[in-house]
């Protein structure tokens, strides 16, 4: 069943008006509708037919190896805040990695951490409040620290121990996440070939720990050369997953665990040819194909590109040219983001934590699922740099707030919507159709679907609804900055329905809920925001 869906545009404002307050979004109840113009834009959806089904685990992040140049900072994943937030975020991977990953060796010792974490365990071992606010301090200094190494991509072997694997799988396993552990590809022997000695201690410590994980090796393995003078082509590489997957089959606990990568940047110039190499020797030994993505370099980018259409679809033509890789080398084969984020560099100053980020965030999340991308790891939760989801104090960027409401409104099937028309206007209004989430009772009673929609320009957009959707009652969930106009986009805060989002204390979540509307035959989007906007009764078959 194709549907129709009409999106007009209010007309332009005057030169000199401010424009309509954030926040002063409003509902409007069937009015005659103006007939179509030129600017009016249709989009096309289809209700009845589920055009990919994404992971359980779909929006997932990282931890950036980087964490544990120091051990202590690893203390920090005990934080009660940083717990509470992260508990909100299951299910999703928890990919344990980055640059450093390739430099680090595991020195096995005693582990002084709870054998059995049960519930009980997994408070006990939480931070007290002083520890925190110290390492807190700490770690924000050395940030800096870390920052300036991965600008000169130096940096030394780092060696950790079980108490650092001890509280990352504790981290993991008391928030609910599944941990993938990020091995080291450039511990090699003469011969070029991985050496995996030093990954079966670990192996064979985390499985007398009881510790269920899965297993990456090696970090963006085409820039080797640049990181550590060493070149691993791509079917040596491929060997080299081989080598692990036989080491795993050793331990009962990994035997059947995953295995994903090879973790490669995305396709630029020649960059991305490793993977076909790769893909020919290793994908028997994978289980799914990993690649990183960022749209911008975070010393060279500006307000304009965050804003702008054109670099929001240079991820599809990236998408097209990985899958279409991986449809001749590994048919069949998922295809994750293994890593992402908005700008490389870790991220861009006073953009990648700001309001603005969200838009890239949104429709990378939109994009991937639309193009059958199975998971989306976001580069991090926390670790150096402005890209983070929370900030060295541990409270919430905005994409912190976005990543909860997706995880808490979109399921895991994806329908289809397209724009029939949006003549010249470049695509500044964008949107994404999924089933609505499982937690949500309306999806098999009624076959609720969640709308994705982000406007990027500085007028208000009202989007005209079908029938079938638009006698459905809506829930909106409209996210704007709390500073109106193009700058206020720059904000660090960020309004949910006109309130501005900021927990309670370190356990209590604000009201999350969204605006309950009446079934009417027109939404409002206004200037640069993103919505997700829920049909509790849209009865879509694909749904029910
Ligand atoms: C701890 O785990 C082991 C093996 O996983 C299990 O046999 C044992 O009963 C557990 N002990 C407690 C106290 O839960
Ligand atoms: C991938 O995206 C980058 C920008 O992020 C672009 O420079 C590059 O050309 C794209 N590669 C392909 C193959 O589309
Ligand atoms: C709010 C809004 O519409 N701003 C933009 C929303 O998208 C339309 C259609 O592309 C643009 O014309 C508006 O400027």
Known sequence: MLLLLLLALLSPRAAGDPGPRPGSWTWTRTRPRPSPRDSDVYLDLDLSSVRHRVDTRFLSFTIDASLAEKERFMALLSSVKLQTLTKALRPAFLRFGGSRQDFMEFQPGESKGPRNLTSESCGLTLLPWWLEEQLKEEWAQFQEILIKEDLEADYGDLKFTATTVDQLYSFSSCCGLDLVFGLNALLRTKENSWDGANAALLLEYCQARGYRMSWELGNEPNSFRKKAGVVVDGQQLGRDFAQLRELMSRFELYRQAGLYGPDVSQPRHRRADILDGFLETGAQSIDAVTWHHYYVCGRDTSLNDFLNPDILDTLNDNITKIL????HGAPGKPVWLGETSSAYGGGAPGLS??????????DKLGLAASRGLQVVMRQA?????????????LDPFPDYWL???HKRLVGRRVLRVEMLSQLGQG???????????????TVHKHGAVVLLSMNLSDEPAVLFLPPSVSSSSVEAFVLQADQPGEQ?????????????????DDRTFPDLRGTRLPPADRLQLPPFSMAFFLFHEAGAPACS
């Open 324 to 327: 279409e890789k991986v449809k």
């Open 353 to 362: 934590n700001a309001f603005v980020a969200g838009f890239m965030w949104l």
């Open 488 to 504: 206020g986009v720059l904000s660090r805060n960020v309004m949910l329905n006109g309130v501005v989002l900021k927990m309670v």
């Open 427 to 441: 695509e500044r209004v964008r949107v994404y159709l999924h089933c609505a989430s499982k937690r949500r009772q």
């Open 381 to 393: 939760l926390i670790g150096p740099g402005k890209y983070q989801l929370v900030d060295p104090n």
């Open 403 to 405: 990543s909860i409401l």
